[in-house]
């Protein structure tokens, strides 16, 4: 009966080690995103887009190349006094009215500042998938571990249990009851590592690598600290989310394009410049220039068309991003409602569920050690404790996405997380 006791207290033991080790850590969840950052292909793309609308600009800006002209008259040359054919050279230029070139400079401009928009949004959403694969990937290296800590107390629990009923005091059924819970977390154990290699190679693909490389279990973070305010999150979004940003440089850029379009109906201009060859050498008195000027003739079937297109087109930007800023107070509305709710979830984890159940495995060890309670009821306690360690890490996972959510909503990295040592100091 000693040794039985003894096993208890081994098993009590065990049950109650919250805090699991990992035998191999990975890279910190600031690297993997770093490293995402660089590598991720969604934002070299999105970043040489960006790149190649910036290169657009002076080119929008410049004039169109100048036409060299050489010109020979054979015709007219019986004319001419000394009866040689006639050679000129000439060279034109063809002049918009000048605010037409700052007109299409500055749509090149702000469809260029849309491109770099679209890149830092193309990284906040990398980032918070990153984020949230990460979170997942944790959880599970801390499921595996768990469901690894269950097997040896189950272990533990078998030898008592057969040990038991070899002395006469248990039964059969609780040997087999033994067995069957064994059979269920080895089971448990590979669909887990079933969805850790899939987890694991989602962070891969984000990082540009092969899916099949091992990167190491996550290294935890530090605790979670929430201290913003909805009203701050709306603020922050206003100023910092790159999609709200870049449809406000569509609506500049539609403020231009209809500018442009008004502006078509001025004239351009054609600088020309004629010299006349004779004998090998030019002439100075024997030149020509000429000033052409268009005249907007279809006027009424063009420009006044253009300007209405264009004045319906930025009145539909107006639109779209009257309902973008809806959808991104609705997003911070929804991910900050799960916040919230996931933290104080957490938080009844760690101050009731968890504890309470601990009490309740505690008294069931001891009332199944002085025979007042069957193994059934123990193994119930087991599963309940179990259970609520498996929740609790799958609250913080949800907690974790919902954080990574808000900040892609956010459009910058909030300072939700603090490290053991700047909690240390916080508490000095």
């Known amino acids: 009966m000693k040794n039985v006791k003894f096993s208890f207290t081994v098993i009590l033991a065990v049950f109650l080690a919250v805090p699991v080790s990992f035998a191999e850590e990975g890279l910190s969840l600031r690297d993997v995103v770093d490293k995402a950052l660089e590598a991720n292909p969604e934002i070299l793309s999105a970043k040489r887009a960006y790149e190649a609308a910036d290169a657009r600009i002076w080119q929008a800006a410049s004039l169109n190349d100048p036409m060299l002209g050489f010109e020979y008259d054979k015709i007219n040359a019986d004319r001419m ?35 770099y928009e679209n890149y830092k949004m193309k990284e906040r959403d990398v980032a918070a998938r990153v984020k949230s694969a990460y979170a997942e990937l944790f ?7 768990i469901n690894k800590e269950n097997k040896s107390i189950l272990d533990q629990l078998s030898r008592t249990v057969n040990a038991r009923y070899s002395a006469g005091k248990g039964t059969q059924a609780d040997v087999l009851k033994a067995q069957v819970e064994l059979a269920a977390v080895d089971t448990e154990l590979i669909t887990l590592e079933t969805k850790r290699l899939v987890a694991q190679a989602r962070i891969n693909v984000l990082l540009n690598k092969d899916p099949k490389d ?49 502006s078509d109906a001025l004239p351009d201009m054609k600088l020309e410049f004629r010299q006349m060859v004779g004998n090998g050498r030019f002439n100075d008195n024997q030149w020509a220039g000429m000033l052409g000027v268009t005249i907007p003739l279809w006027f009424f079937e063009k420009n006044v068309f253009s300007v209405k297109e264009m004045r319906a087109e930025l009145e539909m930007l107006k639109a779209e991003y009257a309902a973008k800023q809806k959808e991104v107070l609705f997003d911070i509305r ?18 009731a569920f968890l504890p309470q159940a601990e009490e309740t495995l505690n008294a069931s060890i001891t009332g199944y050690e002085s025979d007042r309670m069957d193994f059934l009821t ?24 919902a954080l990574a959510d808000l900040e892609r909503t956010i459009g910058a990295d909030v300072d939700f997380a603090r490290t053991a040592e700047e909690a240390a100091n916080e508490k000095k």
């Open 334 to 351: 929804d991910a900050y409602a799960r916040v919230d709710a996931n933290r104080k979830l957490v938080e009844l984890y760690e101050t």
């Open 139 to 145: 959880v599970i290296y801390r499921s595996i571990e």
């Open 81 to 115: 006094l000394t009866g040689k054919p006639m050679s000129m050279y000439s060279i034109s230029q063809d002049v918009p009215f000048p605010t037409k070139l700052y007109l299409r400079a500055k749509v090149a401009s702000k469809l260029a500042r849309m491109a």
């Open 378 to 401: 123990l193994l119930d306690s087991r599963r309940t404790f179990m259970d609520f360690k498996l929740k609790y890490y799958n609250a913080l996972l949800d907690l974790r996405i």
């Open 214 to 262: 091992e990167i190491g279990a996550p290294v935890p973070e530090g605790t979670i600290k929430f201290e913003r305010a909805l009203d701050e999150c709306y603020s922050l979004a206003e100023k910092n989310n790159p999609e709200l940003k870049a449809y406000g440089m569509a609506i500049e850029k539609g403020k231009a394009a209809y500018d442009l379009a008004v």
